[in-house]
């Protein structure tokens, strides 16, 4: 599996945006990427994925480079309930069977109120 | 829509007991997954099941553990003759299995498992 790099913690102000990056310098053509978060105490959940283009939703916004070799969620306002481990994790979309998600260490976000 | 319901949320076992994790997956979905986080660390994969097959059982330990999936009722994750080591969160995940590699995977609130 290829394998991503984020950083182990970050913090951010209440109500200003967050821009947590991810790279992923062995990433295929074929890999997706995905971004899933965890709540403390809680199980993780699905907030984004991309291939080549940026995309929204009503969660949080992804911002993938040209050559994809790197990505940044970005959550346009942070608030308290956004303080979590996200985690940025590649699928790979080649092979049926392979849909298991490969989590790292993910980084941690506080929320400073 | 309920989400993915797990059962029990907490369960203390002695050593040398069996412990059994229930799943049911989201209405619809027939894809589910088994992951572990053990204290102070990542979430890993342990097996991938479809109704009744099991896919991918690359992150099962070779002994003691074990799942299935029958086609009808929840997926169990069976523990036999646990150990301290086996103390950890286990988390299940269920999919539509349509386009999967793309589509996401919807957690339930786990199974803390505590072995004495």
């Known amino acids: 599996d290829a394998k991503t790099t984020q950083p182990n913690s970050m913090e951010s102000n209440e109500e200003e945006p967050v821009h947590l990056p991810c790279n992923h310098s062995?990433?295929?053509?074929?890999?997706?990427i995905h971004w899933y978060r965890q709540l403390p105490s809680q199980g993780p959940e699905y907030v984004i994925h991309g291939l080549t283009s940026n995309v929204n939703n009503r969660m949080a916004s992804l911002a993938i480079a040209e050559d994809r070799k790197s990505s940044t969620l970005i959550l346009h306002r942070a608030t308290l309930r956004d303080a979590a481990v996200y985690y940025c994790i590649l699928r790979d979309t080649l092979y049926f069977g392979n849909e298991k998600l490969t989590f790292g260490t993910g980084t941690r976000l506080t929320i400073i109120p | 829509n309920a989400g993915v319901m797990q059962n029990p949320r907490h369960l203390v076992r002695r050593r040398g007991q069996e412990a059994r994790l229930r799943c049911s997956p989201m209405k619809g979905h027939s894809h589910v997954y088994w992951y572990r986080q053990l204290p102070e660390e990542g979430l890993k994969f342990m097996v991938y099941l479809q109704k009744e097959n099991i896919i991918d059982e690359s992150g099962m330990p070779k002994e003691r553990f074990s799942a299935e999936f029958p086609k009808e009722g929840p997926s169990i994750l069976r523990i036999q003759q646990v150990v301290r080591g086996d103390s950890a969160a286990y988390f299940c995940a269920s999919s539509p299995g349509e386009d999967p590699p793309t589509n996401e995977q919807f957690f339930g609130p786990g199974t803390r498992l505590t072995v004495l």
């Open positions: 062995t990433i295929s053509g074929t890999d997706y």
